[in-house]
């Protein structure tokens, strides 16, 4: 699987954006999509995922109720809506594909998008 992250881009506090990550190669439908994001100095971390179906989504506390993941497997492509954008939302947002949800951990990661948040 390939990924292609893109949508990132400079906004203003309180601002909306909209990330999408298409995939090619293997079967794109099977497969758990997820986000990340690495904020400069920080350690990688987990954003959203969603399951295969699209009927399981999963959310980090810190972007409840702001983000929302989603997919369209028509087009292979995944999203994350980003809404009431914060300062503290400045970093590289990466996809990422696995095979199941009971497991941690991604095999499949595409490079990332730049998303950064005036205040």
């Known amino acids: 699987v390939q990924l292609q992250a893109s949508g990132g881009g400079l906004v203003q506090t309180g601002g909306s954006l909209r990330l999408s990550c298409a995939a090619s190669g293997r079967t794109f439908s099977s497969y758990v999509m997820g986000w990340f994001r690495q904020a400069p100095g920080k350690e990688r971390t987990f954003v959203a995922a969603i399951s295969w179906s699209g009927s399981s989504t999963l959310y980090a506390d810190s972007v409840k109720g702001r983000f929302t993941i989603s997919r369209d497997s028509a087009k292979n492509t995944v999203y994350l809506q980003m809404n009431s954008l914060k300062p503290e939302d400045t970093a590289v947002y990466y996809c990422?594909?696995?095979?199941?949800?009971?497991?941690?951990?991604?095999?499949?990661w595409g490079q990332g998008t730049q998303v950064t948040v005036s205040s």
């Open positions: 990422a594909a696995k095979q199941s949800w009971r497991i941690n951990e991604y095999d499949y």
